[in-house]
């Protein structure tokens, strides 16, 4: 319940900087989308599952913040957690270049998805747009993780985020 209601935290709090402070860093037209390289992470780590439901519930958080196309990045933040999950199953999700590749490939599959749910609602974005937007910001989201990878990954696994040289060398596994 304690990590549920960080993890919510850290949720709002990303969605609070992709709004105002990463709002100024427009490069190539398009701003990083924090909420999804925290689900993507989420989901090397965890796996599909618990992924797929925070997915969900984060991309609604964002969607009510957001107010606008309510339920869209809920579906395809769910579904790109989910096979982000399954397909990085059994990988060593502790290694950065999984994460890194996990957040580009999955960016991408989120923007195919929010780009068809929008077709399919007759919004009117055409295919330029979406290949504009989808590989800028693929490569944007994928700069980030390196800056929050590692204590996220100790987060998500429920340890503390010390060396054993914090601890005297000896090894301890609290939970978080």
Partial sequence: M????????????ALLLQT?????????????????????????VNGPRRAGVLGFSLGLLEDFYL?????????SKGAAAVVVGWFTLGAFSE???????????????NTI????????????????LWLWNTIPLAIFNMCIVPFIYSRFY?????????????IGGRRTHGAA
């Fill in 2 to 13: 304690k990590r549920n209601l960080l993890l919510f935290l850290m949720a709002f709090l």
């Fill in 20 to 44: 105002t402070v990463f709002n100024q860093f427009n490069i190539a037209g398009v701003k990083p989308d924090l909420i999804l390289v925290l689900v993507i992470c989420l989901s090397v």
């Fill in 67 to 75: 107010g606008r196309f309510i339920g869209m990045n809920a579906v």
């Fill in 95 to 109: 290694n950065l270049l999984v994460p890194i590749v996990s957040v580009f490939l999955g960016t991408v599959f």
């Fill in 113 to 128: 998805l929010y780009f068809l749910i929008g077709h399919m609602l007759d919004l009117n974005w055409t295919l330029q």
């Fill in 154 to 166: 100790y987060f998500a696994q429920g340890l503390d985020y010390r060396t054993d040289a914090d």
